[in-house]
């Protein structure tokens, strides 16, 4: 299905707390990318991966922190800086390279309580 | 930055008729134009895409156009149908990213049967 698996399918968070992504590809893509969706916004780049123990911020970093340990791998933890953390979450990942179509996961959906 | 501009924001057509998309963007290094479309709590997937050495593809009903001098590009949907209802993304890769995409704020397209 993809390839690409994202977990948990929906997650609650109290205010005040962090809380962790997860997303897992066995594409051997070596690029990976964490994009947040809100209505009306369309999908906004949190952060990226172009290769194993290396990011970069994306459009909207902070509040948001992530680790490349394995090329599989590329969890995103919502931190309580994050003041409006509420908001679907998708990851993807593509060969690296400009040109490469990207992979979704199926997306969390994180809802603060 | 890099910004994509997608018209419109909503679209709603008749079965049978046709649909367009436009998006238009200010970089003119970009060179990869993908269109993903997301049925309602699934991931965006793929549905076409056109590199900066080519003005026109289609398949089957779907098509896509670039002018790369006006810097916009669009999609075609002919003969539309009911499960054509989606939201559709354009996106572009990010001069100096290394394959990052950025993508429009998308447009609903509802088809009426």
């Known amino acids: 299905d993809g390839g690409i698996t994202q977990s948990p399918k929906y997650l609650f968070r109290k205010e005040g707390q962090n809380v962790t992504l997860s997303c897992e590809q066995n594409l051997n893509h070596d690029a990976m990318y964490w994009y947040r969706q809100d209505p009306g916004q369309g999908l906004r780049l949190i952060y990226y991966?172009?290769?194993?123990?290396?990011?970069q911020k994306g459009d909207i970093a902070e509040g948001y922190s992530v680790s490349r340990e394995k090329k599989e791998s590329f969890p995103l933890t919502v931190t309580s800086a994050q003041k409006n953390p509420t908001a679907f979450y998708l990851c993807?990942?593509?060969?690296?390279?400009?040109?490469?179509?990207?992979?979704f996961g199926q997306g969390t959906r994180l809802t603060v309580v | 930055g890099e910004n994509v501009e997608q018209h419109p924001s909503t679209l709603s057509v008749q079965e049978g008729d046709s649909a367009v998309i436009k998006c238009t963007y200010s970089?003119?290094?970009?060179?990869?134009f993908p269109w993903y479309k997301q049925e309602l709590g699934k991931r965006p997937q793929l549905i076409i895409d056109?590199?900066?050495?080519?003005g026109e593809k289609k398949d089957q009903r779907i098509a896509v156009t670039l002018n790369k001098t006006a810097k916009h590009f669009s999609l075609h949907i002919t003969e539309t149908q009911p499960e054509d209802s989606a939201v559709y993304f354009c996106?572009?890769?990010?001069?100096?990213?290394?394959?990052?995409?950025?993508f429009g704020k998308g447009t609903k397209l509802s088809v009426k049967p």
């Open positions: 056109i590199r900066s050495n080519v």
């Open positions: 993807a990942s593509s060969i690296r390279g400009l040109g490469g179509e990207a992979f």
């Open positions: 996106a572009l890769d990010q001069e100096g990213s290394q394959g990052n995409l950025i």
């Open positions: 991966s172009q290769i194993v123990n290396d990011f």
């Open positions: 970089d003119s290094a970009s060179n990869y």
